[in-house]
C-alpha cells in the first residue's frame, strides 16, 4: 500500500497515519518527524531545515526531494506520506522517482478542516520526542498526563505549536500546499474525508474510504 495524506498542518495527518500504518503494515514517512530528527542529530541538513521550520516557512524543496526519495526506497512493501509533497515541484519530483522505478501511487487521502478548528488542535498538541505518537490535552490525553503512553518519557510542545506561528503555518499551507490536491486530481483516486470530527470518527471514514477503493 503507497498512500499519500495530505491537509492542513493540524488535520490530523499524523494521527491518522499511525492507524492506517498499524492496520495496513505500511511504513509512516513524516518529512516533519524526519526533519525533526536530523535536527536532534545536528546534522547538515538539519541545521539547513531548522530557521525554516522555527518560522513556519517551508524548506527548500531540493532538501526535502533528496531527503523523502531516499526514505521511499528504504520502505519498498509500502509507506504513508505525511506532510510530503507540500509543493507541486515537490509532487513531481516524488512522480519521476515512482515512474523511474516503476511504482504509482494507490491513492490520496485528503483530510478537510476549516481554518477556524486547527489553532486548539496544534496549540494542545504534545508530542512524544522519541516515538513520535502525539496526543491532545483535551481531544487524545495520554493516560499520565504530560508522559508518553509507550514509557518512552515526557511529552514535548512543539516550537512551532505557538499561536503566531500556526498561523504563518496555515498561511503557507493555502499558499503552497493546497494546489497539491489539484496537481493529483486525473492521476490517483482520492479520497476526501471531512477531517473536523471526532478522531475516532475520521478514522472510521478513512478505512471505510480505503476499502471501497480496494474493491
Ligand atoms: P498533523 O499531522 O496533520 O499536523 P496531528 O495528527 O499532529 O496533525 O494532529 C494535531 C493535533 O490535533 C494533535 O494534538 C491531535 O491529537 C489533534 N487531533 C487530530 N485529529 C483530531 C480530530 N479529528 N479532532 C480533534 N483533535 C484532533
Ligand atoms: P510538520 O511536522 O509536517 O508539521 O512539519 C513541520 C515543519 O517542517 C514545516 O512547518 C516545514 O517547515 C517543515 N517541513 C515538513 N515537511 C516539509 C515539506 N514537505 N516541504 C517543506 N518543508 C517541510
Do not use: W
Request: charged share 25%; glycine share 8%.
Amino acid at each position: 500500500m503507497r498512500l499519500i495524506l495530505l491537509g492542513p498542518p493540524g488535520a490530523g495527518k499524523g494521527t491518522q497515519c499511525k492507524r492506517i500504518i498499524e492496520k495496513y503494515q505500511a511504513a509512516h514517512l513524516s518529512s516533519g518527524d524526519i526533519l525533526r530528527a536530523e535536527r536532534a542529530a545536528g546534522s547538515e541538513l538539519g541545521q539547513k531545515a531548522q530557521s525554516y521550520m522555527d518560522s513556519g516557512g517551508l524548506v527548500p524543496d531540493d532538501l526535502i526531494i533528496d531527503m523523502m526519495i531516499k526514505a521511499v526506497k528504504q520502505a519498498p512493501s509500502g509507506y504513508v506520506l505525511d506532510g510530503f509533497p507540500r509543493t507541486v515541484p515537490q509532487a513531481e519530483g516524488l512522480d519521476q522517482a515512482l515512474n523511474r522505478a516503476g511504482e504509482k501511487i494507490d491513492a490520496i487521502v485528503e483530510l478537510q478542516v476549516p481554518d477556524s478548528a486547527i489553532l486548539s488542535r496544534m496549540t494542545g498538541r504534545r508530542s512524544c520526542p522519541k516515538c513520535g505518537q502525539v496526543y491532545h490535552v483535551e481531544n487524545l490525553k495520554p493516560k499520565v498526563e504530560g508522559q508518553c503512553d509507550n514509557s518512552c518519557g515526557p511529552l514535548v510542545q512543539r516550537k512551532d505549536d505557538t499561536p503566531d506561528v500556526v498561523e504563518h503555518r496555515l498561511k503557507t499551507y493555502h499558499e503552497q500546499t493546497a494546489a497539491v490536491v489539484g496537481y493529483y486530481k486525473d492521476k490517483y483516486p482520492i479520497l476526501t474525508i471531512n477531517a473536523d470530527q471526532p478522531i475516532d470518527a475520521v478514522t472510521a471514514d478513512v478505512f471505510a474510504g480505503l476499502e471501497s477503493l480496494a474493491r
